[in-house]
């Protein structure tokens, strides 16, 4: 294929997916579009802009795997013509793009050139619950990109709890072994009143069921966890409660995402009118304190979310956790978590980075 051609070649990606897949340069498709649910009163599917769910058809799913995968060999080409080997790097980059300038606004060219360049290792599949396809058809599906694609090492999905804990725990075991491979869930609290309140349309004890089926099938499992989501009234609740599901659950990755109102979804009118008082910095990590403490877990604990307790020191910004994708391995490094959260509790809270102003910030 001629570097000209790679122009008529494109696939469908969606809005968004998690950080460390996108730190690993995870490969993007797209088997469903926008969220099952998009009820959560704290995203209100605004993310995918409010649109109808669609699972996509296994055909066109499969000609966005046979485009991805001849923008891929096309590269590789490119590669050997140039002398190195198929290796993809920078001097394949800077011929690439002198050759034919479009390229450096090609999506799909610049997605696959990145995972090629990063050992084309991991998949993502979009959007919010690819799960929820019949098993017949993500079995397909799967099977085809394996097949394409037979550097893929690890292959995930965001998927919804109940949906899972829906599926027999066969049908999750042949997902497994057709190379489906990690999964990342949305928790939020594992509080009932918390998810009531913000219309997560799940229980506590469907998550727990959800996410044990996950880890029984033998996926790798993150679970994310919203800091303060039910505000300063239902603080301590969410964090005891919401220890004690993972601890049921005892998930591969727990990862902090604390909770910022978006000022176009249901949660900004409480909080403007008072009905949600959210917590200052310190009183969220004397929250995050209390979930920590209550956590008997043997996973790890990430904070890969620039949110998570960020303040001012001199005239630059820190943070009290590293902040890479994998995290504090519990409960080895328990204790030191918690120490970072008292230096942070002794820290001026003036110098913490507080929600309100990233609030103010959003409805500019």
């Known amino acids: 294929m001629s570097i000209e051609r790679i122009d008529e070649y494109s696939f ?16 993007l498709l797209r088997p469903t579009r926008n969220c099952s649910w998009g009820r959560c009163k704290f995203c209100y599917g605004l993310v995918y802009d409010r649109q109808k769910f669609e699972i996509r058809s296994v ?8 485009s991805a995968k001849a923008i891929a060999d096309a590269i590789r080409a490119v590669s050997w013509q140039l002398g190195q080997a198929g290796a993809v790097n920078h001097s394949v980059a800077a011929a690439m793009v002198r050759d034919n300038p479009g390229l450096n606004a090609n999506h799909c060219f610049v997605l696959v050139f990145n995972w090629l360049a990063a050992g084309a290792r991991t998949a993502f599949l979009q959007d919010a619950n690819t799960p929820i396809m019949r098993t017949p058809d993500l079995l397909e599906v799967l099977r085809y990109l394996k097949q394409q694609l037979p550097t893929l090492e690890r292959i995930t999905s965001y998927a919804r709890s109940k949906t899972i804990a829906k599926k027999s725990l066969q049908e999750l075991k042949e997902l497994r072994a057709a190379g489906l491979t990690r999964l990342h869930m949305g928790l939020e609290s594992g509080d009932d009143d918390v998810l009531r309140y913000v219309d997560k349309g799940v229980t506590a004890e469907e998550q727990i069921a959800g996410g044990k089926k996950a880890k029984e099938a033998g996926f790798e499992l993150s679970e994310y966890v919203m800091p303060d989501l039910g505000g300063r009234a239902m603080s301590d609740q969410h964090a005891r409660n919401t220890a004690r599901v993972l601890n049921e659950i005892d998930p591969d990755f727990i990862r902090m995402r604390p909770f910022v109102v978006n000022t176009t979804t249901p949660l900004y009118q409480d909080y403007q009118d008072g009905t949600l008082e959210l917590s200052s910095p310190h009183q969220r990590l004397r929250e995050l304190r209390t979930l920590i403490q209550n956590l008997d877990v043997t996973g790890r604990v990430c904070f890969d979310h620039f949110l998570n307790a960020w303040y001012q020191d001199t005239a630059h910004r820190r943070t009290l956790f590293t902040q890479d994708y994998n995290g504090y391995k519990f409960p080895e490094e328990k204790e030191e978590v918690l120490e970072l959260i008292e230096e942070g509790l002794k820290l001026d809270e ?15």
Do not use: F
């Open 12 to 27: 469908e990606v969606g809005a968004i997916r998690p950080p460390s897949e996108g730190g690993s340069h995870s490969l």
């Open 350 to 364: 003036s110098l913490h980075l507080h929600v309100k102003d990233m609030i103010e910030l959003r409805s500019l």
């Open 59 to 66: 055909e066109e799913i499969k000609q966005d795997i046979d």
